[in-house]
T-cell receptor, first 118, second 111 residues
Framework: GAVVSQHPSRVICKSGTSVKIECRSLDFQATTMFWYRQFPKKSLMLMATSNEGSKATYEQGVEKDKFLINHASLTLSTLTVTSAHPEDSSFYIC??????????????FGPGTRLTVL | QKEVEQDPGPLSVPEGAIVSLNCTYSNSAFQYFMWYRQYSRKGPELLMYTYSSGNKEDGRFTAQVDKSSKYISLFIRDSQPSDSATYLCAMNDLGFQKLVFGTGTRLLVSP
């Protein structure tokens, strides 16, 4: 159990275009999902916390107008990188909190999406 | 000072060795402690989670938490080349959802 999927796994786009990344919890309901960014050989950088049915909470320094997050259902959150530029190229990973485990607060991660902006 | 400190490695060991991975932290409010394994170009995979102080064992893996010293460890027995990956510690306090991660330790197990 506790499987999180992401789509697409890899995307290459031209500078100025927008890219949408989907994150799905496949076998549990995720009241909270998280979006991370990871640079090569670096740890995870939390971008935002997304609660179902409400606005995402962004970390300091993350542009909310550039990284649009929507958490429309208990199993789906999307991250849209708007007007992407080469500096947005990175590995984007989502995680979902399995709230059904009470206070365990376990987060399960998706496989990641590699974004390359030309 | 970072909230969570973790040696980035790499840590190189021969197959069959016992591996010890460690993190220290500064926030005494942290209650939940997790270890994730991340293979190159993949998402992190949850290995172990523990609550408060003590030990927890799962197969070849043992997670240890010493809250008095603000120190957590992950031990891997009989290490295998397939254990070669980056190991991330993560933690948070009760009711606060955001996880704080260490930088990750890269482990290399040679045959």
């Amino acid at each position: 159990g506790a499987v999180v999927s992401q789509h697409p796994s890899r995307v290459i786009c031209k500078s100025g275009t927008s890219v949408k990344i989907e994150c799905r919890s496949l076998d549990f309901q995720a009241t909270t999902m998280f979006w991370y960014r990871q640079f090569p050989k670096k740890s995870l950088m939390l971008m935002a916390t997304s609660n179902e049915g409400s606005k995402a909470t962004y970390e300091q320094g993350v542009e909310k107008d550039k990284f649009l997050i929507n958490h429309a259902s208990l199993t789906l959150s999307t991250l849209t990188v708007t007007s992407a530029h080469p500096e947005d190229s990175s590995f984007y990973i989502c995680s979902a909190r399995d709230g059904g485990q009470g206070f365990t607060d376990t987060q399960y991660f998706g496989p990641g999406t590699r974004l390359t902006v030309l | 000072q970072k909230e969570v400190e973790q040696d980035p490695g790499p840590l190189s060991v021969p197959e069959g060795a016992i591996v010890s991975l460690n993190c220290t932290y500064s926030n005494s409010a942290f209650q939940y402690f997790m270890w994730y394994r991340q293979y190159s170009r993949k998402g992190p995979e949850l290995l172990m989670y523990t609550y408060s102080s003590g030990n927890k064992e799962d197969g070849r893996f043992t997670a240890q938490v010493d809250k008095s010293s603000k120190y957590i460890s992950l031990f891997i027995r009989d290490s295998q080349p397939s254990d070669s990956a980056t190991y991330l510690c993560a933690m948070n306090d009760l009711g606060f959802q955001k996880l704080v991660f260490g930088t990750g330790t890269r482990l290399l197990v040679s045959p």
